[in-house]
């Protein structure tokens, strides 16, 4: 994650060498060295450094590490006949490497050849079964072609070898709710939880989840994870005090005619809390929404 400082100094040498002022090859260093993305500007300048014998030259080794950002940055603006320049020196000089194979392979995938690109990354994952990256990309291309099965697959097979990565979890859990499988989302979930049981964030999405399964013991269920996010956060997650709210007004619902017990779990006290802190929120942030609020909120029983 890049730093507050860190984003400063970009901002500032990006602003440096948009008005001439210098400072390009630290730029096009200090984008690298982040992992952020400035597609368009590290094509543009980075150019201007290859394109120019002099300057090229003055990098020694650096120039194939130019060579590489570049073309990936091509490919990201889809200057794919840049892209394929830079691909094609790299080839020349390193002819059997790997990581070359890589970008071989990125192109092939930018220019929609999707059957080729597959080979291409398979042919790799034959060398190394363990390049995150690659099996990454076949996830990437799977979503790209709009096979969302696929996607699963790839990222089961991953998350079966790579389980510690919290990202993947995340993206698998995501096409889970795009598919409407809401119980194999909940569980990327709380595999989530279980790794990061303090990000708030894991808490909201599994109470959504099972807040959209519905059923008392479900929902009874979402409301706790709702409650331990507004906990996590402070009580400043607006979002999980309404959750709360629709918790309890649809236990309530589901606990019509039943018995008092059944009656006590909609937590009435909870419901009126979460009710009372969205108002007071609503007040200071958003005064002219509060009728608003005070009408959804009396739609829900409050």
Not at 89 to 95: E, M, R
């Amino acid at each position: 994650m890049v730093t507050k400082t860190e984003e400063t100094e970009l901002n500032q040498l990006e602003n440096q060498v948009e008005n001439g002022g210098g400072g390009v090859w630290e730029y096009l260093c200090l984008v690298r060295k982040l992992k952020v993305r400035r597609s368009e500007l590290v094509l543009k300048h980075g150019l201007s450094i290859l394109n120019d014998p002099g300057k090229r030259s003055s990098l020694g080794p650096d120039e194939w590490t130019l060579y590489e950002q570049v073309a990936i940055a091509a490919m990201d603006c889809q200057s794919l006949g840049a892209a394929q320049n830079c691909i094609k020196v790299l080839q020349k000089k390193f002819p059997e490497s790997k990581r070359v194979g890589k970008l071989e392979a990125l192109l092939l995938e930018a220019k929609g050849m999707w059957e080729e690109a597959e080979k291409a990354y398979s042919i790799l994952l034959e060398d190394n079964p363990l390049d995150q990256v690659i099996h990454k990309r076949k996830v990437a291309m799977a979503k790209a072609q709009g096979k969302p099965s696929l996607a699963i697959e790839h990222l089961n097979k991953y998350l079966e070898v790579f389980m510690a990565d919290h990202d993947a979890w995340r993206e698998l859990a995501e096409i889970y709710v795009s598919l409407q499988m809401y119980k194999q989302a909940a569980f990327c979930y709380e595999e989530l939880i279980l790794s990061q049981p303090t990000l708030p964030l894991y808490h909201l999405a599994y109470a959504e989840v099972l807040y959209t399964i519905g059923g008392q013991e479900n929902l009874i269920a979402a409301r706790k994870y709702y409650a331990s996010t507004i906990d996590l956060t402070g009580g400043k997650s607006t979002r999980a005090l309404f959750g709360i709210c629709l918790c309890g007004s649809a236990i309530a619902q589901l606990s019509k005619g039943r018995n008092k017990e059944d009656k006590d779990m909609a937590a009435p006290e909870l419901q009126s809390l979460a009710a009372t802190a969205l108002e007071k929120e609503y007040k200071q942030k958003a005064p002219a929404k509060l009728n608003l609020l005070s009408s959804a909120l009396r739609s829900l029983k409050l």
